[in-house]
């Protein structure tokens, strides 16, 4: 059975830090590409980072220069927030894929872990 667990949400004020971790098991994913979603309330869910097999990554506009998603291991995926502000409160989402993109659907999903961050 394939799981992907996300961990390392909580609360945080303006300004600070987490790291998202999220690990994924009951398959093989080399060869996958992996990556980051959220969802805030009310609105729809939206692509934050991926990092693809050959190491690349991509970024949403809004988190560029603040958010920095890796994977030390085929199964392993990070992703380390600075300065996070209100905006940033939301459900993050773990995805792993053939191909991570913004518009992804598809693949292997995990449960979520709240990000909630205070003004």
């Known amino acids: 059975q394939v799981q992907l667990v996300e961990s390392g949400g909580g609360l945080v004020q303006a300004g600070g830090s987490l790291r998202l971790s999220c690990a994924a098991s009951g398959r093989d994913f080399n060869g996958y590409a992996m990556g980051w979603f959220r969802r805030a309330p009310g609105k729809e869910r939206e692509f934050v980072a991926a990092?693809?097999?050959?190491?690349?990554t991509q970024y949403a506009d809004s988190v560029q220069g603040r958010f920095t998603i890796s994977r030390e291991h085929p199964n392993m995926l990070a992703l380390q927030m600075n300065n996070l502000q209100p905006d940033d409160t939301a459900v993050y989402y773990c995805?792993?894929?053939?191909?991570?993109?913004?518009?992804?659907?598809?693949?292997?999903w995990g449960l979520g872990t709240q990000v909630t961050v205070s003004s």
């Open positions: 995805n792993a894929a053939p191909r991570v993109v913004p518009g992804t659907t598809g693949g292997f």
């Open positions: 990092i693809r097999w050959s190491g690349e």
